[in-house]
């Protein structure tokens, strides 16, 4: 199926860098750079002995990350970020996975970052020379997964994110993680929905003194019904749920009292969460409207096909339909209001990942919320600067900040 396909594929990091070259076009001017700051990606490592401790992709491959080293007063901190792209629900969208960098690390390249990864103080002037790790993902399930499966050709699937996850943490210990003075767990798309299943996991491993937060980037995803009146992504969540046996990692105050497919959206994981987290989302999320609210199983008319393609091309019907989208994921991040160390920076833009583009991250028309672009809000939040930063844009169109040039 189209969508399934494109489930699999589309959200999150994945294509990053046909993005960032895709912004690199639309806007030079925000994204070049001098010469000095942009050198080689981050090396892609392996996980070492990664078949031994069944910590594998898809395919059986190691999984792998990219670490780039921090410097001055930054050597003893660390961003760990999560990777996103998407999720595979059945046998057959996995063993597809299984050729491409989702699902194996044979078919993985390094690759360049910008934004919060920038080493750019004039860009990233809170992160720019903290150790920063780029976690490649490959197991379809928002490294949560612990199973193992055969498909109709007697090829084995490993469905086994929870010992990447577990695996690559104890190996960035050994190489300095464990000495941090702060660290910030953080991902975008499925990785940002990682983020938030692994958040309190990863605070547990740090002495109570190291300041440890987490940051999720368009991880909120809705259990939101489509323009059928279906809840066709619920059952796409279903399937990841079932087929790769993510149980372990939920929330055990949740699953007391709710079906683990329930515990898989964040609606409910940020009840369960301890450590200080910050949610960054679209309120119209460009990704969720194209595969959650208007998916091609929802046979759309030409006029949604437009509609979800640029949300400028709605018309007043449509528009209300995304305001009921907005007002949704506002309700569902109410439980945020109370928590006092948590941060919100929920925008209008017709976006999905902001956090790895400059041009969204920190440039002269980036989003803006209480006249505070995303990293200025990040970095008040992280670092207690201010008041508290729970930040809820209006409905589409009034923010002159969001950029038709915001990737999407």
């Known amino acids: 199926m189209a969508t399934e396909q494109l489930l699999q594929c589309r959200p999150g990091c994945l294509v990053l860098l046909l993005l960032l070259l895709a912004s690199v076009m639309m806007c030079p001017l925000v994204w070049s750079s001098p010469p000095t700051t942009v050198g080689r990606p981050p090396e892609l490592t392996l996980l070492a002995g990664a078949a031994e401790k069944g910590a594998v992709c898809l395919d059986g491959s190691p999984p792998a990350y990219q670490l780039e080293r921090g410097f001055g007063s930054g050597s003893h901190s660390w961003l760990v970020y999560l990777e996103g792209g ?6 057959e969208a ?3 996975h299984t050729k491409s960098a989702l699902g194996s690390s044979n078919f993985m390249e390094a690759v360049q970052l910008a934004g919060i990864f920038s080493k750019d103080q004039s860009q990233n002037s809170d992160f720019y020379n903290w150790n920063k790790v780029f976690v490649r993902y490959c197991d379809g399930a928002s490294f949560s997964g612990d199973a193992e499966y055969e498909d109709q050709d007697g090829n084995r699937l490993f469905f086994r994110g929870l010992r990447i996850w577990e695996a ?10 464990a ?3 702060q660290a910030l767990l953080a991902g975008c798309s499925s990785g940002g929905l990682a983020t938030l299943l692994h958040c ?3 605070s547990a491993r740090f002495p109570r003194k190291v300041a440890v937060k987490c940051f999720s980037d368009a991880g909120f995803f809705l259990d939101k019904k489509n323009i059928d009146g279906e809840r066709f992504f619920r059952s796409v969540y279903n399937g990841v749920v079932h087929l790769q046996n993510v149980s372990k990692v939920l929330p055990k105050d949740c699953l007391a009292k709710m079906e683990p497919l329930d515990c898989f959206f964040p609606s409910e ?11 960054l989302n679209s309120g119209y999320d460009s990704w969720q409207i194209q595969n959650v609210l208007v998916p091609d199983e929802s046979s759309p008319e030409n006029s949604w096909l437009t509609c979800k393609a640029n949300i400028r091309d709605c018309d007043s019907t449509q528009i209300e339909v995304l305001h009921g989208f907005r007002k949704t994921m506002v309700g569902d991040l109410k439980v945020v209001q109370d928590k006092e160390e948590w941060g919100l920076f929920i925008d209008s833009c017709f976006t999905h990942c902001q956090t790895p583009f400059k041009i969204s991250w920190d440039s002269p028309i980036s989003p803006r919320l209480g006249n505070k672009t995303i990293s ?3 970095g008040d939040w992280h670092f207690s600067r201010g008041q508290r930063v729970k930040e809820i844009d209006c409905e589409y169109p009034c923010n002159p900040t969001c950029s038709s040039q915001l990737p999407s």
Do not use: H, Y
């Open 269 to 279: 994981l940020i009840k369960s969460i301890n450590t200080p987290t910050f949610i």
């Open 376 to 378: 200025q809000a990040v």
């Open 200 to 202: 309190d996991d990863f």
């Open 94 to 96: 996995c063993s597809k």
């Open 168 to 177: 690559i943490i104890d190996e960035l210990m050994e190489k300095g993680l």
């Open 179 to 181: 000495n941090a003075k």
């Open 86 to 91: 998407g999720w595979c629900s059945t046998v």
